[in-house]
C-alpha cells in the first residue's frame, strides 16, 4: 500500500519569514496530493491539493509543488502569520483505490509573533 | 467549498452504552464516505470504507461488530460504537468524497467512554 512520510514533525517560523514542509509517497499510481490544516480540536480543512498532471499550484500565499519522478511534494507559506499555526497534513490518493487516502505524520507549525 | 457536517461534536457515555455519530454532506452527493480515528497528536486512521447502498469495507483491525458503519442514503453516514468502553474514547473523524476525489472532513466528535 501507499506509504507518506512527512517532514519535519515540527516547525516553528517567525511571522512573515516562509514556512516548507515535505512529503514523499511511494506508490507510483497515486495522482492526487491534498494538504490540510488541523486546529486544535476540530477535523481537517482542505487548504490546496494538487494532482499528478501539474507540477506547481499556488493559492494566495500557499503553494504546492509536485516531483513525480522523485515522488515527492512539497507544501510552502509564504508571509507567515499567527493564525497560520496549525497542524498540516499532506496526503496522498488514486482513483484505482477509490480515493483513499494514505496521511503523513502531521507537522505541527508555530508562528512566532 | 463542500460542506460535512459531523453530529454530534462530542458526546460522553457510559460504559457498555452504544452511540451513534452522523455523518452529512450538506451539498453534494457522496457515494463514498470514509471514517477516522485520531488519538492525541497522532495522524489519522482510517477506520473503513463506506460505500451507498453496500456494506462497509473495513481496515485491517477494526472490528466490524464493533464500529457499525450505515450507508443509506448518498448524504448520509453513520458510525455507531457499540458497547463503548473507556479505550474506545477518542476522536472521530469522517469525510465525504465528491465526484472529483476530492475530499471533504467533518468536524469531528470527541468520544469520551466513563
Known amino acids: 500500500g501507499e506509504n507518506v512520510e512527512q517532514h519535519p514533525s515540527t516547525l516553528s517560523v517567525q511571522e512573515g519569514d516562509s514556512a516548507v514542509i515535505k512529503c514523499t509517497y511511494s506508490?507510483?499510481?497515486?495522482?492526487?496530493f491534498p494538504w490540510y490544516k488541523q486546529e486544535l480540536g476540530k477535523g481537517p480543512q482542505l487548504i490546496i491539493d494538487i494532482r499528478s498532471n501539474v507540477g506547481e499550484k499556488k493559492d494566495q500565499r500557499i503553494a504546492v509543488t509536485l516531483n513525480k519522478t522523485a515522488k515527492h511534494f512539497s507544501l510552502h507559506i509564504t508571509e507567515t502569520q499567527p493564525e497560520d499555526s496549525a497542524v498540516y497534513f499532506c496526503?496522498?490518493?488514486?482513483?484505482?483505490?477509490?480515493?483513499?487516502?494514505?496521511f503523513g505524520a502531521g507537522t505541527t507549525v508555530t508562528v512566532r509573533a | 467549498g463542500a460542506v460535512v457536517s459531523q453530529h454530534p461534536s462530542r458526546v460522553i457515555c457510559k460504559s457498555g452504552t452504544s452511540v451513534k455519530i452522523e455523518c452529512r454532506s450538506l451539498d453534494f452527493q457522496a457515494t463514498t464516505m470514509f471514517w477516522y480515528r485520531q488519538f492525541p497528536k497522532q495522524s489519522l486512521m482510517l477506520m473503513a470504507t463506506s460505500n451507498e447502498g453496500s456494506k462497509a469495507t473495513y481496515e485491517q483491525g477494526v472490528e466490524k461488530d464493533k464500529f457499525l458503519i450505515n450507508h443509506a442514503s448518498l448524504t448520509l453516514s453513520t458510525l455507531t460504537v457499540t458497547s463503548a468502553h473507556p479505550e474506545d474514547s477518542s476522536f472521530y473523524i469522517c469525510s465525504a468524497r465528491a465526484l472529483d476525489g476530492e475530499l471533504f472532513f467533518g468536524e469531528g466528535s470527541r468520544l469520551t467512554v466513563l
Open positions: 496526503a496522498a490518493g488514486h482513483p484505482f483505490n477509490d480515493y483513499k487516502l494514505s
Open positions: 506508490d507510483s499510481a497515486s495522482n492526487y
